[in-house]
Each structure stands twice: as C-alpha cells, then as structure tokens.
C-alpha cells in the first residue's frame, strides 16, 4: 500500500506570520523543523497502519523546506520548483491509496483563517475552476482524482478543516492544529501535541482509506485566474489559448486537471516585469 503526502507551512502547529514562512525570516528555521515533525508524525501514523510506501512533496516556498535527513529512509522526497503538477507532483508515479494534505490553509477567498491564500498570494486574488472559487486544496483533490487517488487526511487551522470537509466530505479525517483569531493570530497547540494527534490521525486514514472516494471535476476544465496587477492579464493575452476577461482576469480552458496544473504552473513560474505607476 502507498500513500501520497503533499505538506505545506501555513497550517501546521505554531505558524501564525509571514516571516516564520520565509527564509531568512524570524523562526523559520524553527518553523521548519515544526513542519518536518508533522511530516514524520503522518508517515509513522501510515506506516503502523502498514503502509510499505510513501511519497511526500514539499509543497511550500522554495520546495526545499522538509529536513529530509529527519524523515523515514524508506520515504522518497519531492523538492524544488518547477513542476507540472504543482503542489501534487509525485502523485502520478504509483497507485495510492490514498493522500494527505498537510498543513494546508484557507484560500484567498476566504474571509478567515491564518495566511490564506491561493497557489501564490502576491501574484492572485482568486482562482475559479469552473466558476467556482478554487482554494489550493480543491486544485490538490482534483489533481489527485485525475489519478483516482481520494484525499484521506487534512490537518490545518479551524476554518482550514471547516473548508476540507466542506469540499470532500465528512468523511474525510482531519486534524485542526489550532484556532485562528484572524489572519496572523491563532491559540495553537504545541508541536509535539499537534504531531501526536496527526500521528493517531494518519494510521485510523489509512485504515479506513477504502471509504474515501477521489475529488473529480467536470471536464473540460474552465480555469479563471484574477491577478493582483493589470500586467500579467495583458501578457498571457497574448498566447491563443488565453482569453482576457477583464483588466485583472485570464481565463484558459484545460482537457483534464493535468493541462490546468501545467497552465497554472506556468504562470506562477514566469516573470512579470512592470514599471508601477
């Protein structure tokens, strides 16, 4: 059996501003270590629940944040930026049972929740597929279901898990890391608490993994992308499978998950130059 782990920052344990994201940043170090313990907690969790095999994507900044000298041997790591499937690159090497979200936020659309945001916060204001706001976790269910791999286990803050079971069910195992009073302030657990709750939460996930169906999006695939500046709307005009909405907004349309994680990829990858009036 094989499990999937896409962590990222935000919402792991004790998280609660900017800089503690960022290299060079006050705690980041430490920050980094809190974010390898819940990766460890999870893959322990998998593992005693018999997992034989688990692949994690470091899916926050630079791609390069998980001390994977601190992880098990037997986990193979995905570092580093670009990649076709984003947040979830690595989910397309093997039948999994089942995916883990860590340490996952709110989306820019949302009115609460620490650090929310979408795919790139500086660049977006909003991502919509089909017409619906797109949240990082909608776009990381859907590209696990282009692969028929469900979403199992979600860990984040308050209204994080609030938004996980909104999308994919009940049914799906979570834990909430803390309690967000706004967008830089939470009550948090500790970090060895959060990780023996993820630890727990991880092996009854996999246990019960059969429950758990894939997260699928009608095809073909309406993706809207509003930006925070007029330029890179003006820009990505320019190729023939990008309409210009508005002064803000792009819209391409995808085949399949695949195409709009590779489109998306894309633009987050590329440079806007711009003289700001």
Request: glycine content about 8%; hydrophobic content about 40%; proline content about 5%.
């Amino acid at each position: 059996m094989k499990i999937y782990i896409s962590a990222d920052i935000e919402g792991v344990a004790g998280i609660v501003s900017p800089s503690q994201t960022v290299q060079n940043g006050f705690e980041y170090e430490t920050a980094r270590r809190w974010m390898t313990g819940e990766v460890c907690a999870a893959c322990e969790g998998a593992f005693a629940a018999g997992t034989e095999d688990i692949v994690v994507s470091d899916s926050h900044g630079n791609g390069q944040n998980i001390l994977i000298d601190e992880l098990p041997d037997s986990v193979r790591v995905v570092r580093n930026w670009p990649r076709p499937l984003g947040m979830m690159q690595g989910v397309e090497t093997a039948d999994f049972a089942g995916a883990f979200l860590l340490g996952y936020h709110t989306g820019a659309h949302h009115p609460a929740g620490i650090l929310a945001h979408t795919s790139a916060g500086l660049l977006f204001t909003e991502l919509r597929l089909n017409g619906v706001p797109a949240t990082e976790t909608m776009i990381s269910a859907a590209i696990a279901g282009a692969f028929d791999t469900p979403v199992i286990l979600a860990t984040g803050d308050t209204d994080y898990v609030g938004h996980a079971k909104d999308l994919l069910g009940n049914q799906i195992v979570t834990v909430t890391t803390k309690a967000a009073f706004g967008r830089y302030s939470a009550d948090t657990m500790t970090p060895k608490a959060s990780c023996g709750l993820i630890r727990d939460a991880a092996k009854k996930a996999v246990t019960n993994h059969s429950n758990a169906n894939p997260y699928k999006i009608k095809t073909p695939i309406e993706f809207e992308a509003d930006f925070q500046r007029h330029i890179p709307a003006e820009i990505l005009n320019y190729l023939p499978c990008v309409d210009r909405v508005n002064a803000h907004t792009i819209r391409f349309v995808g085949e399949d998950m695949v195409s709009v994680s590779k489109f998306l990829s894309f633009i987050t990858s590329i440079r806007y130059d711009e003289q700001i009036p």
